[in-house]
């Protein structure tokens, strides 16, 4: 059953010290542009001192999100005391600060992940012998950002949220476009009617589309599904134009495994093969089920900064 979704679940919540920081807020482009500064001009043990110093730093001051990641890893890992609560967090936030500083690294540098393992290979052999195109669905989990990267045989367009603040969003995309000519496309999902148009030709010529499945979006289709035994609100539009394009979505995760190491995860493809919204729900499941596996593989790498289930609920979203 398609149901609304009226706020992005996964991104910090904005309160007034956004009004009041404004670009150095967490959300802020001072952080963005700090941040890819700092990555491209120290050397490999100077990276290391930056990400364990900002990463103590912001586990200090984001009160908020330190909550939020506690609560959600409690989903998966259970309940838990007061220190091994904190170290989960800091686990976290060092895992996404890594994750982050190799994503600038990868696209402001000339450093790139040297050591890639792929596990479930087969898979994605079967996969990209197909004529057709063929839709990479992931999570925010890990190397998220780069594995559409990281896999490349044809073109790939990659579809991504864009950022909570205009100025970063700016800053983020003029990174990107500086990678034009590698080989990928990038899509900033915005009210654009257009977009799925665009993306439907570029499968109907064979190409890739790299999609998140875990995050809606304040004005798409939505469906539930459950995870970790609790209620969680997704996007229809993976499944949806998967169905339209008469292609399979194959999972992919890409997990960070040490200083510019990764693991590539395939996973067995989805078809939606039912008609109506009940048809794009269970497809939906079934890749959701597959984020849980991958959040189950490396949970501190699992980079949510809103609390899906507050109060410890078993629902995010309306009924």
């Known amino acids: 059953m398609s149901v609304p979704a009226r706020v992005r679940p996964h991104a910090p919540e904005l309160g007034p010290m956004r009004r009041r920081l404004g670009s150095l807020h967490v959300t802020g482009v001072f952080w963005y542009r700090f941040h890819r500064w700092g990555v491209s001009i120290l050397p490999n043990w100077g990276v290391w001192v930056f990400i364990t110093l ?17 609560a959600n890893l409690a989903a998966v890992l259970g309940p838990c005391g007061w220190w091994r609560r904190q170290a989960r967090i800091y686990r976290t936030m060092w895992s996404f600060a890594w994750c982050l500083s190799e994503r600038y690294e990868r696209l402001a540098t000339e450093r790139r992940v040297e050591d890639v393992g792929i596990e479930g290979g087969e898979l994605w052999e079967r996969a990209k012998e197909r004529p057709e195109g063929l839709i990479l669905v992931t999570a925010h989990v890990g190397h998220w950002e780069v594995g559409s990267m990281l896999v490349q045989t044809r073109h790939v367009h990659v579809v991504r949220e864009e950022e909570m603040d205009p100025e970063a969003q700016a800053f983020v995309h003029e990174l990107f476009e500086q990678q034009k000519d590698s080989g990928f496309t990038m899509h900033f999902v915005r009210d654009d009617p257009t977009l799925g148009a665009r993306l439907l030709t570029a499968l109907r010529r064979g190409e890739l589309v790299a999609v998140q499945g875990d995050r809606p979006r304040s004005s798409a289709r939505s469906v539930a599904a459950e995870i970790f035994g609790r209620r969680l609100t997704v996007p229809a539009g993976p499944a949806a134009l998967a169905r339209a394009a008469g292609v399979v979505m194959l999972p992919v995760f890409v997990f960070r495994r040490g200083r510019r190491r990764s693991q590539v995860a395939f996973r067995p493809p989805i078809r939606v093969t039912g008609a109506g919204d009940e048809g794009l729900a269970e497809a939906m499941r079934r890749v959701v089920a597959e984020v849980e596996w991958a959040i189950r593989q490396e949970p501190y790498q699992w980079f949510c900064f809103r609390e899906l289930w507050p109060g410890g609920g078993s629902t995010t979203g309306p009924e």
């Open 54 to 70: 900002f990463t103590t730093f912001f586990f200090v001051a984001l009160r908020r999100i330190r909550k939020a990641i506690a």
